[in-house]
């Protein structure tokens, strides 16, 4: 019974509430997240750092706020966002890849505390505040880890950080413009599933942290498994926060003080919270296969065509599993958008509870690069969000209309 509600709200009386498609986020959920996550490392200085990516909803970041939850951005907009939901700049860290570096003059403007990603920045950084601001460094420690190979952010040939074999061009950098360095930062990936890729990560960040003399903080960043179906295979949180705890501290010790640990998870925090709904507008029945068309597309969750990621679907107006049948769940897009991709990363069918059109057919994980990633793709709107929170439905982002896609159009005379 519970598949069908949230916080004893029924999805449906939400779908006919606000209309579809519809984005709706429980906040118990993401405060149970936050309290696993804490629960596993209570033996540490821990830190939690909301990488806001993953959702940049306004409530959403007050709702982490108010949970003593920090904040990583990784824009100047998400950073405006982060200080409108009441953050300090203290609280903010700034992980920007391969951006200008006007964004972070900024970002240490406002007093942030910011991740350096290449040695060209770590040498304009030197250069322009020497020892006056504090920074942290990501490294990328050659380490395979992440569900996908496009959310894989810390082997040899990725974008992201400098690499520990340039452990000399770094520490020249720092002496030369005698740097204070606080922290040391890595980000394995996203869908981490044991604990091998963090400590292997984990070992190269802290074997490499001795040759830093002002360290505060080690950032391992995030990329937790969570469940996307019953049964899932989940990040072990309580093996990882073991096995990371215990090389922390045995680090702290020979470092000689206590240090701060923290980690940036995003999708751990909202992606179960989330259920999109959408209507279905036809059921289309094809010599091969039968299809159910939704109104909604690629446009407002793209993970699937993306990554052929694997979000659960439901037939949320029926909760008769006596008839059944196997669907293809599709959007309204002028492209090829199936949003039932198998766990095996293909396109392909589910067995859901008989499907009319009106029903409202949900899908589950929806909480995190869901929204943050839709688009107005076929001059589409982008849908309302709602919180469910104490038993209450709010409206926390209203639904697009038309003048808002024509909004900053300039007309000229062609």
Request: proline share 2%.
């Amino acid at each position: 019974m519970s598949y069908y509600q949230i916080q004893n709200i029924k999805l449906t009386d939400l779908a006919n509430q606000f209309g579809t498609p519809l984005y709706v986020y429980d906040a118990d959920k993401i405060i149970e997240k936050i309290s696993i996550l804490r629960d596993s490392f209570k033996n540490v200085n821990l830190k939690i750092k909301y990488a806001c990516k993953a959702n940049t909803n306004l409530a959403i970041l007050k709702l982490m706020r108010k949970h003593g939850v920090e904040i990583d951005v990784v824009s100047p907009e998400e950073l405006r966002l982060a200080m409108m939901a009441g953050y300090e700049g203290s609280q903010i860290t700034f992980t920007p890849s391969g951006v200008s570096f006007d964004e972070i003059e900024l970002a240490a403007e406002l007093g942030t505390r910011i991740n350096l990603d290449n040695l060209d920045v770590l040498e304009k950084f030197g250069q322009r505040f020497g020892n006056t601001k504090g920074a942290l460094i990501r490294l990328k420690p050659h380490v395979f880890g992440g569900g996908n190979e496009k959310i894989m952010t810390a082997h040899p040939e990725s974008k992201f950080g400098i690499s520990i074999h340039q452990k000399a061009e770094i520490l020249a950098i720092v002496e030369k413009y005698d740097m204070k360095i606080i922290g040391l930062h890595q980000h394995t990936g996203s869908d981490v599933k044991n604990a091998d890729a963090f400590t292997q990560a984990a070992s190269a960040i802290l074997e490499m942290a001795f040759s830093f003399k002002d360290l505060e903080i080690i950032d391992l960043g995030g990329g937790f498994k969570v469940a996307y179906k019953d049964g899932d295979i989940v990040t072990d949180m309580q093996e990882v926060g073991e096995v990371l705890s215990n090389a922390f501290l045995d680090f702290s010790k020979k470092y000689g003080r206590e240090l701060q640990l923290w980690f940036e998870p995003g999708k751990f925090l909202v992606s179960e919270a989330g259920t999109f709904l959408t209507t279905a507008n036809t059921v289309k029945v094809d010599p091969i296969k039968t299809f159910v068309c939704v109104n909604s597309g690629l446009n407002h969750l793209g993970r699937p065509m993306m990554y052929g990621s694997y979000h659960d679907i439901f037939n949320a107006s029926n909760e008769d599993e006596s008839e059944q049948d196997e669907y293809r769940v599709v959007g309204y897009i002028c492209e090829t958008d199936t949003f039932s991709w198998t766990p095996e990363g293909k396109q392909g069918e589910r067995l859901i509870n008989k499907v009319k059109a009106g029903d409202i057919i949900a899908m589950k994980n929806a909480g995190a690069y869901c929204f943050s990633m839709a688009s107005q793709y076929n001059s589409r709107l982008l849908p309302a969000e709602v919180l469910i929170i104490n038993g209450e439905a709010k409206l926390i982002r209203k639904r697009e209309t038309f003048d808002d896609i024509v909004r900053n159009l300039v007309s000229v005379e062609v």
